[in-house]
């Protein structure tokens, strides 16, 4: 069970950590987990690039380990680079010293403030942690969860709630993943159509917490 826009109860619940981008300015900040991945990342990064978009990877460090080349496209390309743990650890069934320590594996490959924890799981503790270990760490959740990992989600509907859910200052989730593929490259393409012809511009997150 996820819920494709995340309510504002939760937000306020978890101040420390920044959920959407509080602008005037008719932007989208989009966001891709998991990667990088080889077929699946560099098709994102060709879409991004038909409409001039840039964005955030989250990247697991193994993933960087196995596929440096592809990393490196990614940075080439003017995306920022996000921290997604080394092994893709749920925070609330690990201890935090060994989410510390896995954080901080990945941050050795990846050398960035930005972080989102996997599955959007994290311990108060962790949070405190993950600051005192690195103090100039921002961590995103976001917005809108495109849904875009459900394999029973039609790509139709994953689109549908997409555009339904995302405005100005909204921070989506999509999944460079092969598991998320088949529903990614049918709703990125078409989204930025359709958010591009109503003005939308698409940047990457920066440290103090916008673009």
């Given at each position: 069970m996820y819920l494709v826009k995340t309510p504002w109860l939760?937000?306020?619940l978890y101040p420390q950590l920044t959920w959407d981008i509080k602008s005037t300015n008719?932007?989208?900040?989009?966001?891709?987990?998991?990667?990088p991945i080889p077929i699946v990342t560099p098709a994102v990064l060709n879409i991004l690039k038909q409409y001039d978009a840039k964005a955030t990877f989250f990247c697991i460090g193994d993933n960087v380990r196995k596929h440096p080349d592809i990393f490196e496209h990614v940075k080439a390309s003017g995306h920022a680079i996000g921290n997604h743990t080394f092994n893709h650890l749920k925070g609330w069934k690990t201890d935090t010293q060994t989410y510390l320590d896995n954080f901080l594996q990945a941050d050795k490959l990846l050398n960035t403030p930005l972080f989102r924890p996997p599955y959007g799981r994290i311990k108060r503790a962790q949070v405190r942690a993950l600051k005192a270990a690195k103090p100039d760490l921002n961590i995103f959740m976001w917005d809108v969860l495109?849904?875009?990992f459900d394999m029973a989600l039609k790509p139709e509907d994953?689109?549908?709630?997409?555009?339904?859910?995302?405005?100005?200052?909204?921070?989506?989730?999509?999944?460079?993943?092969?598991k998320a593929f088949k529903r990614l490259e049918y709703v990125l393409p078409r989204a930025l159509e359709v958010w591009s012809k109503e003005g939308y511009s698409f940047s990457p997150l920066a440290p103090e917490g916008g673009s």
């Open positions: 939760l937000k306020k008719r932007c989208i900040y989009l966001t891709f987990d998991d990667g495109s849904g875009d994953c689109l549908k709630a997409v555009l339904k859910y995302t405005e100005a200052g909204s921070m989506v989730v999509f999944h460079d993943s092969i």
